[in-house]
């Protein structure tokens, strides 16, 4: 079809061939942009075959999705994985394009514009797709995934709907050591507390948005919201925000807020606690889908930083936790 183009355009024929004065890129750049508008059959048929890809995983009360399932199985774990879908020479020529596009090892783009958003857990690969955060669980734990008997098991195989605990009752290729039975604890602690909807399905979405990478300058001193957070904990220690330092200088001026010497040892703790919440936070929002709840902060940050005072001080505490979020300056000068 290109080769028609470009001999239509040229004047050749199949027989008579002339020669090109300008890049076939160039011709098909828009007008605006000094090309003839021409249009690049390449990059439109990988538009048209990206559409399909897409539609089989969106479209699943559609009469050619249950007969494309029953042909080649489950489409969306089989297009999300991040692996090279086996074809073979029985599949269907189409098949085969809308399998190969984006979806190869050196070229898998695809998958990576793609979150998954559980529901039930029912269509959700737990391993290869991107459903927790911004990465495959088997990217993050991989020696757990290498030893993973069942590797295209799906959410709800490990999560169970009445209750916080993961389904382990599987065998493992070989017996976990201790450095992957830490990971295994680790990924247990990671995804504590998450619950499946069962009458909710899964669902899936395109990453159309650009993100731009977050420093630690901006996640814990200026983003705006974090900046009235620190203004309103300084309020509850009775003194002006008028902190203007960021990471190290920050942490060391808050500690002068506390002018007594017998404070010395916890004169960093609400600042500890207040990152912490903020840390916290920001990961619930990243990897639960939580939404930003900035006016219950100061609360959380009020309730962990009177847990770690009376655990550093002990049976020396004496003071109630009403006194504490009363006057934190004086619980801390006592210290």
Known sequence: MMRIQRNFLWGGSAEDKKMCWVKWAQVCLPK??????????????????????WRCIDEKHALWYDLLQFRYGPLSIKIL??????????DSLWWRDVVGVGGKDEDCWF??????????????????????????????FPSLFAKELHKDCVVSDIIQLDNFELNWTRD??????HAESVEKAELEHLLFGLVLQSDIA?????NTDVTVAEDCNHLFFNCNKVTELWRQVCLWLGCDYNLQEVGCKHFLSFGLIIKSKKGKKVRHLIWLATTWCLWRTRNNILFRGDKADFSALLDQIRFISWLWFSGRAGRKAGYSYSNWCINPLCCLQSF
């Open 111 to 140: 998958p990576s514009q793609v979150s998954s958003k559980v529901g039930n857990g029912k269509a959700i690969s737990f391993w290869k797709e991107k459903w927790f955060g911004a990465t495959p669980l088997r990217d993050l």
């Open 81 to 90: 994985s991040r692996e090279a879908v086996i074809t073979g020479p029985k």
């Open 172 to 177: 493992w290729l070989t017996s976990l050591t």
């Open 32 to 53: 605006e942009k000094g090309g003839l508008g021409v249009r690049d059959l390449d990059m439109f048929n990988l538009a048209l075959l990206s559409k399909w890809k």
């Open 202 to 206: 899964d669902r899936w979405r395109w």
